[in-house]
């Protein structure tokens, strides 16, 4: 399951690095490392098991809440990367443990939901997400430290798809 | 160092990973896991540090050879998975002893070689080139396991920037 091992992928890719790759963003409001696993405990707190728990109780009748894409920056503040690592991988292990003591069988994977934009998803949909919404941050986190290496490749960068990604980020 | 890393991260993200996530490619002539991973293994053996040490020792008089971007299909067949891991980190360790066995000071990172098709690059292009390049096929990984979910997630596909990269390969 990649969801159990994301923390594990973020720490061999960050903790310990310098500023250069972990507090640099894309230029502009774009996320630096830093903000994006900032956003993964936000998601743990706020989104997932939250989102799975009003499906299983409401099923359609009570849309999920939206989701707050920037309520990292007031929650990170002042922590050092090393900390949100930990953080993020206890929020993240807590998540788990908390999805198995539902103990839900094959049939609960088709029950309903309903997202306030996308309008009826299943559970099975929302742990796909999930698992997909952690792999595009970790194609974005790959991408952002690229790009601080953009100018270093010198020619090249001609062969470099990740330079070449403008981000694909949701509307 | 980030290339110090890369094995891990490697690892983390794919070690025991079941065929959905390892041998499914996008579609095509499109790359597995399992592909990146020999393609990574390739580099290693033919690619980064034969290319500096030619650099070092011709210059820019001498071209460094092409590189077959397709060398790992024959390389890798009849492998598992987990023994490429076994052998990309083996074979980056090596590089990475010999890179520091040479002893290069600031200055050496100046120094100029002849790329086939770029033209004129110095030693620090090609070692930033090597950093870059694995972040390259980090960002396609994580793109290429996403897309294995595509369906799997319904109506967020609209919200998943992994799902709506198209590679950036390559000529």
């Not at 830093?34 to 109780?57: K, N, Q, S, Y």
Request: aromatic share 8%.
């Amino acid at each position: 399951m990649l969801l159990t091992r994301t923390p594990a992928i973020l720490n061999a890719m960050l903790r310990g690095m310098p500023d250069t790759w972990a507090r640099h963003n894309e230029g502009g409001e774009s996320w630096s490392a830093f903000d994006i696993v900032g956003h993964l405990i936000a998601g743990e707190r706020t989104d997932w098991m939250p989102r799975l728990r009003i499906l299983l109780e409401y099923g359609e009748s009570h849309p999920f809440d939206p989701f707050d894409r920037f309520a990292q920056q007031k929650e990170s503040q002042g922590k050092s990367l090393e900390e949100l690592l930990d953080e993020f991988a206890e929020a993240r292990n807590e998540s788990l443990a908390a999805l198995q003591s539902l103990n839900l069988v094959e049939k609960d994977f088709n029950r309903r939901g309903r997202h306030p934009a996308l309008g009826v998803v299943t559970l099975s949909e929302l742990v796909a997400t999930w698992t997909v919404h952690d792999l595009t941050h970790l194609h974005q986190l790959s991408r952002v430290m690229a790009y601080q290496y953009r100018e270093a490749v010198g020619p090249w960068s001609a062969y470099l798809g990740v330079l070449k990604c403008t981000g694909h980020s949701a509307p």
